[in-house]
């Protein structure tokens, strides 16, 4: 059974970098699938953040755009989303997920604070 498994949050300043990468274990997430990343802030929604599709420019949320990169390596089953120039305002739990699979992880927390 395919597992997703995020990792890279952490506390960070206004302005700093994080590297969020999300591993397939357990199984294989093939490199035919859509990878996308979502957050969710305290008390608010889940939101999309960007995705990845074979065959397809990547795409980004208007308040990431410019800022957030994903990418992906199919020979170790890893999606990545590096996260430049970082707000107050991208706090939150970040999740990935699987699209076709409609599987996702168990989120790592990024917390934007000075």
């Known amino acids: 059974q395919v597992q997703l498994v995020e990792s890279g949050g952490g506390l960070v300043q206004p302005g700093g970098s994080l590297r969020l990468s999300c591993v397939a274990s357990?199984?294989?997430?093939?490199?035919?699938?859509?990878m996308a990343w979502y957050r969710q802030a305290p008390g608010k929604q889940r939101e999309w953040v960007a995705t990845?599709?074979?065959?397809?420019?990547?795409r980004y949320a208007d308040s990431v755009n410019g800022r957030f990169t994903i990418s992906r390596d199919n020979t170790k089953y890893t999606v990545f989303l590096q996260m430049n120039s970082l707000k107050p305002e991208d706090t939150g739990v970040y999740f990935c997920?699987?699209?076709?699979?409609?599987?996702w992880g168990q989120g790592t927390q990024v917390t934007v604070s000075a």
């Open positions: 997920k699987a699209v076709e699979h409609g599987l």
């Open positions: 357990g199984g294989r997430i093939s490199s035919f699938d859509a």
């Open positions: 990845i599709a074979p065959g397809r420019s990547p």
